[in-house]
């Protein structure tokens, strides 16, 4: 093997060692096909604090769903500096709304606030700088205050897939994404907790990275949507890459119990997980105050993934020079 075809097998061992397909683009202007293919897939850098500080926008975005048949919507918060780092790509966090909820439901003021929160972890370093999407959860029958959505493909919508599989591709080819599913995480609160943890599980070649608040984990429709029945059905190498966190207020009875048992469950699958409980009930001043530690846990899985892509490297480099000096 000459040196020309060792370097060309070094990066393609990296990229497959890492996970990562670059092959979406940019929103305005989508980066060439060799840019995808060499850039390396690293988290952005925290050095500029000034630019972290800046306080975050979102928007309200439009696709053309054709999982639901209609027009969708998802909201979006970009991270500081996306314009002016046009080669950087980023890890994504989606956060799912509960009941009577919509995409701006975790962003507005007497809600979720997140947005305040995702400053606060930018700036003290828990948090990389990460694309926010806010999906839209609810089903063919819209929104209503006497029902929760259902995040799952049933007869009034194809939601699960439509979450988890082609919103995923909509946001990877309009944004700069890191795309492997190690920088991939989902969580959302009640409903959208137990959605967040369904969706994830049934799409876990698009995210590793899962987390709860308040959520239930076995739903009326069954067992395929029941993630403490479901996850044991899920193939062995699968379960070795999740990283799942839940949380529940100690007045939340229900919910305590049930994330109590789906923890149990994961520790015996030896299931990398972590099960917190905190003072406070079903409400959103219980999931503003905790949307920082569910965060600061991706953050956590966000570096150690980056960590072993960069180990990986550097021993597939030391390889790779000692084969040069061989040759």
């Not at 060499?38 to 630019?51: A, C, I, K, Y």
């Amino acid at each position: 093997m000459n040196y020309k075809q060792s370097k060309i097998f070094l990066l393609f061992s990296v990229l497959t060692l890492v996970g990562c397909n670059f092959s979406q683009g940019v929103v305005a202007k989508p980066p060439q096909q060799q840019d995808l293919q060499t850039t390396p897939s690293v988290l952005p850098t925290q050095r500029n604090t000034s630019n972290l500080a800046t306080l975050l926008t979102y928007q309200i975005e439009t696709y053309d769903s054709k999982v639901m048949g209609a027009s969708r919507t998802y909201g979006v918060s970009l991270p500081p500096g996306y314009e002016q780092n046009s080669k950087q790509r980023y890890p994504v966090i989606f956060l799912l709304h509960g009941g009577h909820g919509d995409p701006s439901s975790w962003f507005i003021q007497n809600k979720g606030q997140a947005l305040k929160t995702v400053e606060q972890l930018y700036t003290t370093g828990k948090l990389p700088p990460s694309i926010i999407i806010t999906p839209d959860g609810n089903d063919k029958r819209g929104s209503s205050p006497y029902r929760d959505p259902e995040y799952i493909d049933g007869p009034n919508g194809k939601v699960s897939t439509a979450v988890g599989d082609e919103l995923v591709k909509v946001v990877q080819s309009r944004y700069r994404t890191i795309n492997n599913p190690n920088f991939w995480a989902i969580g959302g609160l009640s409903s959208g907790g137990w959605g967040a943890i369904n969706v994830g599980l049934h799409n876990v070649d698009r995210f590793s990275i899962l987390f709860s608040h308040s959520g239930y984990f076995q739903d009326k429709s069954g067992p395929a949507n029941s993630p403490i029945s479901y996850i044991k059905t899920i193939p062995l190498q699968a379960q070795k890459k999740l990283k799942i966190y839940l949380d529940s207020g100690t007045s939340d009875t229900d919910e305590l119990g049930e994330a109590e048992r789906f923890s149990k469950v994961l520790n015996h699958l030896k299931i990398y997980n972590s099960f917190r409980q905190f003072p406070g009930s079903h409400t959103w001043q219980y999931w503003r105050k905790h949307l920082a530690d569910s965060l600061t846990f991706v953050g956590e899985q966000f570096r150690q993934a980056s960590e072993t892509a960069n180990m990986a490297e550097k021993n597939l480099s030391i390889n790779h020079n000692k084969n040069a000096k061989n040759n």
